[in-house]
């Protein structure tokens, strides 16, 4: 069997032919398996019947394997020859070590990796560990396995993952709870002001023209709403001083794809919404569903004439409104502890990471990733100390390469 894998050199992505490699470990009633790309394909079927969170469904997994040639590892727990847990990974490079993630990176926000509900409550840290084992195994070019952002639970069933040693995630996940619907929920959260706010943002749109609010529906407004998007993101960037982790060509093509795929759907997993103010898109959201969860994965305004008007507001109230009426339970603004959020939300939730070296360069990489979240998580945590950081970012906006960003949405 023969497939392309890509590796990263740093500059440019060399695609190889290598053949598929498998490796077993055995532990009890468990047995572990890993393989490459090659096995996505099991992956998707797997998907069919798991539980898993957005950005580890089959349709995030292989479209981002799709677009940026990614160089992908699947490993899979097996109980009495059915699978029970399956992780679809990436591995990038990061200086001198190699590094398996989740695919998409920092885009891949409140992880809960592809589960039999069933098998769930049986699997433990040894039976995980199998599952990495198999992964040295099969990749001993692997340093560190890295899982970020991982859901505590998903509508209410335990990660798995949370069996073995972990850290808190140094970005807060924010969200408002729907229950009782819109109504109910106003009365809970300034209802009375934001009314009359989402009136008065009414009466602005009227007066420069008609306005109406979007979701995307076909291929071509798939486009015109994330062209808009990627616009308003690339400005707020440059603006804010950090990079853009919307700026490569290939992630652009991997959401384009992935709206796209949606509308095939009964049910699109993904969604996107835009408001339109006199005929230009003012704000657009990019949203996914999990359960009883609408989850906004992105979101941007225009820095135009109307912005004034908080245009970004006025989405958000018609998008949580909207899940309300659809019987959503939760309305999941993601990562990022953001003003704008905190005006709906009354739920906090710590994500947390799971780090697991392969190798004696994979410990050294996974204690100074550990250092690197404790320090993030004191300068976000500290308010005076996250205002200074972000008013010295701005400050250098154009004067240096700009630092990665954190948050993506």
Known sequence: MVDAI?????????????????????????????????????????????????????????????????????????????????????????????????????????????????????????????????????????????????????????????????????????????????????????????????????????????????????????????????????ARFAKMGIANVFGDRQVRDFFRALFAEALTEEKPSFLLHGLEVAGKLRAVTGSSRSGKRLICEFGAIAEDDLAFTSPGDFLFFDNIQEACERGFGVYDFSVGDEPYKRLWCDIETRHFEVLAPLTLKGRALATTMRQGARAKAFIKNNPTVWKLTKMLRRKAAGQAAPAPAEDDN
């Open 6 to 234: 890509a590796s990263f050199d740093g500059n440019r992505v060399v695609v190889n032919e290598a053949p598929a490699r498998s490796m077993r470990a055995d532990q009890g009633r468990w047995a572990a398996t890993a393989s490459d790309g090659a096995a996505l394909a099991d992956y998707v079927q797997f998907c069919a019947s798991a539980l898993f969170a957005p950005a580890q469904s089959a349709s995030w997994v292989s479209n981002w394997a799709s677009a940026t040639s990614a160089d992908i590892v699947v490993a899979t727990l097996v109980n009495d020859g059915c699978p029970a847990l399956s992780l679809a990974l990436e591995v990038v490079r990061r200086g001198p070590f190699k590094i398996a993630r989740f695919t998409g990176g920092r885009h891949a926000n409140g992880n809960f990796a592809a589960a039999d509900p069933r098998s769930l409550p049986a699997i433990d840290g040894p039976a995980i560990r199998s599952m990495f084992k198999a992964i040295a195994g099969a990749r001993p070019d692997i340093d560190l396995i890295s899982l970020e952002r991982l859901l505590p639970d998903l509508d209410g069933v335990a990660n798995p993952f949370a069996a073995l040693p972990g850290f808190p995630s140094p970005n807060l996940a924010l969200a408002v709870d729907l229950d009782g619907g819109f109504d109910a929920l106003l009365s809970r959260a300034s209802g009375k002001r934001k009314r009359k706010k989402h009136r008065s943002q009414t009466r602005k749109f009227e007066a420069v023209g008609a306005f109406r609010r979007i979701e995307a529906g076909t291929r071509e407004e798939v486009d015109r709403l994330l062209d808009a998007f990627l616009e308003m993101k690339e």
